[in-house]
């Protein structure tokens, strides 16, 4: 069963309502140098999502900071840094689902990129809007919602950012897998049938 429902993460302090079938939400903070990196908060009951930190071929590596300019557990590099997240999902075929995605960064948007695995159907960015939300340091927010049709096992989802100082705070990502409208209707008819056998 698949109930399309909203999932709330806060950038800040982390909370969640609890998950239905077919959403997943993880948040990477990065308290410690771990890379690839596991989400601190896991809410994907299908797989661990993973998220691999590299930085430009010709720069030095990237490195972990415990704190940097005002925020904990921060990834840096010169030139150029990548994350690249592996997400695992619902292995149903649904018609398609979204992701919405938040980073908080410091440097300039270079690229970014979405694969469906398997590979095909169609990825469209739906909207991306990036705020500076610290002018003083230079801490920005990426906001993103992508729809993918139809629904894959897996995405890989790749953001990089450039500049003297390119650093990322968090990352949040949050999926739903989004079912036919039949399933839907079937799914409203079982509930009224099951709240008639409970009368």
């Not at 049709?149 to 990502?173: K, Q």
Request: hydrophobic residues 45%; contains cysteine; aromatic residues 8%.
């Amino acid at each position: 069963m698949i109930l399309v429902v909203a999932v709330m993460i806060a950038a800040g302090p982390a909370a969640a309502t609890p998950l239905h079938s077919g959403e997943t939400a993880q948040k990477w903070d990065f308290d410690n140098n771990s890379n690839p990196a596991i989400p601190e908060i896991d809410l994907n009951p299908y797989g661990t999502a993973t998220g691999a930190i590299t930085g430009s071929a010709s720069g030095p590596p990237p490195e972990w900071a415990a704190d940097l300019l005002g925020r904990d557990g921060v990834w840096q590099a010169e030139e150029m840094l990548t994350i690249t997240l592996d997400i695992p999902n619902q292995m149903i075929p649904n018609p398609y689902k979204e992701i919405r995605l938040e980073i908080g960064f410091i440097g300039h948007l270079a690229d970014f990129s979405v694969f469906p695995i398997p590979l095909g159907g169609s990825v469209e960015l739906v909207g991306q809007h990036v705020v500076v939300v610290d002018p003083a340091t230079g801490w920005k927010k990426l906001t993103a919602r992508y729809i993918i049709e139809p629904n894959p096992d897996r995405e890989i989802v790749c953001y990089s950012f450039s500049g003297a100082l390119a650093a990322i705070d968090y990352v949040i990502v949050k999926t739903i897998c989004v079912p036919e409208p039949m399933t839907v209707s079937l799914l409203g008819l079982g509930g009224l049938i099951l709240a008639r056998r409970r009368r």
